[in-house]
């Protein structure tokens, strides 16, 4: 008798994990069937390479960036547009960790649960990006071969209009010597999100912020220039003795002298402060990435070193996109949008599947202190880099300019535009670019223009 109660109890207890095995699989295929199904394995999505083959890509204006043909994915006809396009469209065997192709592939694949592949042919959905096609070639144009990134986004929205980084190449003709060449030395890498480069003289926008606000006579002071002053135990040099000037023109001038010393002033334990509720130090994510993080040795600098630091240089290493966010904040009255190039999915029949919401940084700058900014970046465009090549808009702007060992500098060129119709933040990072009111300025001018030409 014992023995059979012993059986039915194992039966019993099999039955029982039967039943939660049976369970937990059903709620595990609610949560993570689609998930199981866009997995590389799955070889009705993707080719023996690793292309995925199903889904449309285009820009903001119905533009086709990539698609399948054949069951074989494809990019734009148009070689210019593949190669400023790809870093955000994404290659298509994955090696682009940032671009849509990898971090969009689960609106790209039409899946429902309630009948599995829903669409297992080159269609699929239609994943449209933010950016703007002609824009994206006109900057890549404009950079003329240099290394480098640059990004145009609506800093009220947060979408983004133009992204591109180069070294690029084309997808459709893939170099035989990309893994070698110097040509292509970080060809996968979207420069925009993930690296992070001196600021030089872009960074003297958050010193600016940080005297403005723990000084309350900053903006009344009148700065001597001599052409190097002696922070701690030693100088700080200036490309340019500038004589006797205000704080507004010191920063039109770009001057290290006034900046070193201001930041010196404030100390290191402040300006780090500053650094990080500006979001310079942290990332934030994007879709399923992170930006790379900033990074600063302020607190613990000497005096001598935070002179430089607060000129960006030492040890100053920023994150465009970070920047771009900051420069969006300083224009917005102190908050600003946080960067996407997800404008919607919609499936083949033209249903809407999703459309993202809009998500916002915290205060990045005390609203007061943004206005007063905005004015000087504004007296920088009018009186230092010249209106010329923005015509018909109201900008701010910063530039910068990073000296290398090799004897060309590194170039920046970050600000906004002040409109209502196109409130447009921009930053614009080249390796061996020159001054950063020369070449990084031609190419925001060029995808500005672009962009505020387009209907």
């Not at 925009?192 to 958050?206: D, E, I, M, N, Q």
């Not at 935070?306 to 966010?325: E, F, I, Q, R, T």
């Not at 969006?328 to 919401?357: C, D």
């Not at 900008?395 to 002040?418: C, D, H, I, P, R």
Request: hydrophobic share 40%; charged share 20%; glycine share 10%.
């Amino acid at each position: 008798m014992r023995k059979i109660e012993h059986r039915a109890l194992f039966c019993r207890l099999i039955l029982l994990a039967f039943i939660f095995g049976i369970v937990l699989f059903l709620v595990r295929y609610v949560r993570d069937s689609e998930k199981w199904y866009e997995q590389s394995y799955n070889k009705h999505l993707y080719s023996d390479n690793g292309e995925l083959k199903t889904g449309t890509v285009t820009d903001r204006n119905g533009v086709i960036l990539s698609s399948v043909k054949d069951g074989v994915r494809v990019y734009s006809p148009n070689f210019d547009i593949r190669v400023a396009t790809l870093h955000t469209v994404g290659d298509s065997a994955g090696k682009i960790r940032t671009g849509a192709l990898s971090n969009l592939r689960e609106y790209l694949v039409a899946y429902k649960r309630s009948s599995g592949a829903n669409a297992i042919n080159d269609e699929g959905n239609k994943v449209s990006l933010t950016i703007d096609a002609e824009a994206c070639s006109a900057a890549y144009k404009a950079m003329n071969g240099l290394f480098g990134c640059a990004c145009v986004y609506n800093y009220k929205t947060g979408e983004i209009l133009c992204l591109v980084s180069s070294p690029s190449y084309d997808p459709n003709n893939i170099p035989e010597d990309i893994e070698w060449s110097d040509s292509y030395t970080g060809a996968y890498i979207n420069r925009f999100f993930s690296s992070t480069f001196t600021p030089g003289s872009v960074f003297k926008t958050l010193t600016l912020q940080a005297a403005l606000s723990e000084l309350p006579d900053a903006s009344a002071r009148l700065y001597e220039c001599t052409g190097s002053v002696k922070i701690g135990d030693n100088y700080v040099s200036c490309p340019k003795a500038h004589g006797t000037q205000t704080l507004q023109e010191a920063y039109a001038n770009s001057c290290n002298c006034t900046f070193a010393a201001l930041a010196a002033e404030i100390g290191g334990d402040k300006m780090a402060s500053y650094v990080d509720k500006a979001g310079l130090s942290s990332s934030r994510r994007i879709f399923t990435f992170a930006n790379a993080k900033g990074s600063f040795e302020l607190a613990a600098a000497t005096k001598y070193q935070l002179g430089w630091a607060g000129v960006g240089l030492h040890h100053d290493l920023v994150n465009p996109c970070s920047l771009l966010m900051y420069i969006g904040a300083v224009a917005n009255g102190g908050k600003s949008a946080v960067p996407t190039f997800l404008k919607n999915v919609t499936a083949s029949n033209g249903t809407n599947l999703k459309t993202p919401e809009t998500e916002y940084t915290g205060t990045l700058v005390d609203a007061g202190t943004a206005a007063i900014m905005r004015g000087y970046m504004e007296y920088n465009v009018s009186h230092v880099y010249g209106t010329d090549r923005f015509p018909n808009v109201r900008m701010g702007a910063k530039s910068g300019t990073v000296e290398q060992k090799t004897g060309k500098s590194n170039g920046w060129f970050a600000g906004y535009l002040n409109s209502e119709e196109h409130p447009y933040a921009f930053v614009v990072f080249l390796e061996h670019g020159g001054a950063g009111s020369g070449a990084p300025a031609d190419v925001a001018a060029a995808a500005l223009q672009a962009l505020i030409s387009v209907p």
